[in-house]
């Protein structure tokens, strides 16, 4: 279909659903190209996010209709978009790697969403629409696996209070797209105030055009920090505020055993988001040097490397502020504020995640010491903290399910008695810790396998599971007896699966 040939009915029933605001189109051409999505045939409803649609004002049920797959396929142009592929560039890997940009990803532009006491405008993106001038002799498409773990992921972030991208809805259609197998094409519209990245700063720093870099900055404080406009050094504050958030992300992935797989610096957001979901995984036998991206051969983006790349890409974003800023020791400044934040909300996550209310000197070496055995042993990260809220201080045979997590059982009945010891310190109860511990341990997370079974039955047609997982995963905190089986172990077909950068 052609994307100008926007059926007149649906047409208007879209313009007056969605108001469109362009702000990232209002910058100067040179930050994008102006283009339109690539259609594909026959487009379906692979999976709706009802809470993403009420953010926009929509439902589910309108997202399924025809005419909102064709438009969320990239086939029928929305009214009031303007689609584009912004440009950036990027550090991949610890190198250098010069000009990347919206390769497969066409932004339609930003939706205004009339809140009480506030009005959110939402960039609305297609991811895998088609080819752009910064496809880089890639095909611009997105696979159906990938984009279900990008929708499934995002939603399941959210769910678990995590700062990401959420994902609106994925579409499919039955054009091959060729990877190490020969897969299906799909589309995963995904939702963000902004999608700048750490790299769009760094495309002009390395361009030696200070003038775009200087529109950028402003244009990121006006629009998304408009708080720091008074400070007397704005893009000092802006470092200093991605820093926290970036900080506060990396506290939060840490205490879930999130890996992201690729923290590229073009992958990091200025919005301190969870952002662009590839190679993935939630640790599930624990391993502190978890490497979940396949490609990932040297272990750059393991599990306990995460923070400290994360600041690494802050010193990336800081290289190209320091002009702006007046001074590197006033970017240094920034940049310091990332190891005592990070320090706090970690411990203050850690401290949570144990159900203690109080800080103590010895609390540190409690948690070493449970990181040590969890080294040893390699329970499953999610079960065993879930499980840790059943455990009853006067109770040791409480402790049945989660000593069968781990190998050398005496080694946490050692832990387990100095932690109730801890426990009785600030006389705790166990109802009220078990409940407290429990809302912020989830029960249910992203496993590869349950993303697997919901693709391979996505490749069969039956969107089910999809559906199904993005429900569970919507209240990953809440006890679901009719749901159990999804918090389990991974089965022994799972140990095989594989995720790299293939998407
Ligand atoms: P990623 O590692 O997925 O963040 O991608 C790095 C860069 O490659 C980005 O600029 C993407 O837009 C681009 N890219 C990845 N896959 C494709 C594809 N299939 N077609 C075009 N560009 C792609
Ligand atoms: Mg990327």
Redesign the pocket.
Not at 138 to 142: H, V
């Given at each position: 279909m052609n994307p100008s040939s926007f059926s007149v009915e649906s047409g208007q029933a879209l313009t007056s659903l969605l108001k469109f605001e362009n702000r990232f189109a209002s910058l100067p051409a040179s930050f994008y190209t102006r283009l339109q999505p690539t259609p594909l045939p026959a487009p379906y409803s692979v999976g709706v996010s009802p809470a993403a649609a009420a953010l926009i004002g929509l439902d589910a049920t309108t997202l399924a209709t025809p005419a909102m797959v064709e438009a969320f396929t990239g086939n029928e142009l929305l009214p009031g978009s303007d689609p584009l592929a912004a440009v950036?560039s990027g550090h991949?890997f610890g190198v250098w790697a010069g000009q990347?940009?919206?390769?497969?990803?066409i932004l339609l532009g930003g939706v205004l969403h009339h809140v009480p006491h506030q009005n959110q405008i939402w960039e609305l993106q297609l991811k895998g629409a088609g080819?752009?001038p910064?496809?880089?002799g890639?095909?611009?498409?997105?696979v159906l696996r990938s984009s279900i773990r990008e929708f499934l992921c995002s939603e399941a972030m959210h769910g678990l209070g995590i700062p990401t991208t959420r994902a609106l809805c994925v579409t499919g259609s039955d054009q091959p797209v060729i990877r190490e197998d020969i897969e299906t094409a799909s589309v995963v519209t995904r939702m963000a105030p902004s999608f700048v990245r750490f790299g769009s700063f760094e495309h002009w720093f390395y361009n030696s055009q200070p003038e775009e870099l200087r529109t950028l900055a402003d244009y990121v404080i006006r629009e998304f920090y408009p708080e720091l406009l008074t400070e007397t050094n704005p893009y000092q504050a802006l470092l200093h505020e991605v820093t926290l958030r970036t900080a506060r992300l990396m506290a939060q992935w840490q205490t879930v055993g999130f890996c992201h797989g690729?923290m590229?610096t073009?992958?990091m957001s200025i919005l301190g988001l969870t952002l662009?979901y590839?190679p993935f995984g939630f640790m599930e036998a624990f391993n502190a040097n978890h490497i979940c991206n396949h490609t990932d051969q040297q272990g750059r983006y393991a599990y306990a490397m995460q923070p400290r790349i994360a600041l690494w890409n802050l010193y990336a974003l800081g290289q190209t502020l320091v002009a702006l800023i007046g001074s590197v020791e006033g970017t240094q400044a920034a940049l310091e504020s990332f190891q005592p934040e990070f320090d706090a909300v970690l411990a203050a996550r850690w401290h949570a995640k144990l159900g203690l209310r109080e800080s103590l000197p010895n609390d540190q070496a409690l948690i070493d010491r449970l990181f040590e055995i969890m080294q040893a042993n390699r329970p499953d990260f999610t079960l065993l903290f879930r499980k840790l809220g059943e455990l009853k201080i006067g109770d040791p045979s409480s402790d049945e399910s989660i000593r069968d997590l781990f190998l050398d059982r005496p080694a946490f009945d050692a832990w387990a008695s100095d932690y109730r010891a801890r426990l009785q310190q600030e006389q705790s109860m166990d109802a009220a810790r078990g409940a407290a511990m429990h809302a912020v341990n989830p029960k249910y997370v992203l496993r590869n396998y349950l993303a697997e079974v919901a693709i391979r039955k996505a490749k069969q047609k039956d969107f089910s599971e999809v559906e199904k997982l993005r429900a569970i995963l919507s209240k990953p905190f809440d006890e679901q007896p009719e749901n159990e089986s999804y918090a389990a172990l991974p089965p022994d077909w799972a140990s095989g699966l594989e995720v790299s950068?293939s998407?």
């Open positions: 950036y991949q990347l940009g919206d390769g497969r990803a080819r752009t910064y496809s880089r890639a095909d611009g498409r997105a690729v590229n073009d992958n662009d590839g950068c998407s």
